[in-house]
């Protein structure tokens, strides 16, 4: 009978563990649910500092509708050049405004605006495309803590 060297099972057994991992299915909305939901009158964006002031209008505007994320949030998006998106989280119930930490680039629009997928009944927040103009484009995942979007796995 033919002996294996000792290192060949414990490189099998990891090949076979990764190939679970990369089978996983990626996160769903409904993984992610959000029980609160914010009915009442957005308040008006907190204008506090020269970020903030220099998207008045951009801020202002979404926050006269109602919240489409998370719950209580508003998310505030707009261009920044050709196919690029900047923008914000909104809290609805505060005024607090959460600046995306990245542009998203992506050449094709999808239907909820520019790269970006999110709902209201979920703190899933998706980014299909680049984040900034230098990285590679991909599909990345993020959940919102309340105050940040938060990487996931």
Do not use: H, Q
């Not at 990369?22 to 009442?40: I, L």
């Not at 600046?99 to 997928?117: A, D, K, L, Y």
């Amino acid at each position: 009978m033919k002996r294996f060297p000792p290192f060949v099972f414990p490189a099998i057994l990891i090949l076979f563990l990764s190939s679970l991992t990369a089978a996983a299915s990626p996160p769903r909305f409904e993984d992610f649910p959000v029980t609160e939901k914010f009915t009442g009158t957005p308040a008006a964006p907190a204008l506090t500092d020269p970020d903030t002031k220099r998207f008045k209008t951009r801020l202002t505007d979404a926050s006269k509708g109602e919240p489409d994320f998370a719950g209580s949030f508003i998310v505030a998006k707009w261009g920044c050049g050709s196919g690029c998106l900047d923008g914000a989280i909104l809290d609805a119930k505060t005024g607090r405004v959460f600046f995306f930490p990245f542009t998203v680039v992506s050449p094709i629009p999808n239907n909820t605006g520019w790269g970006i997928e999110y709902r209201r009944d979920s703190s899933l927040f998706v980014v299909r495309g680049s984040r900034g103009e230098e990285e590679a484009p991909g599909v990345f995942y993020y959940r919102w803590d309340g105050k940040k979007l938060v990487p996931l796995p």
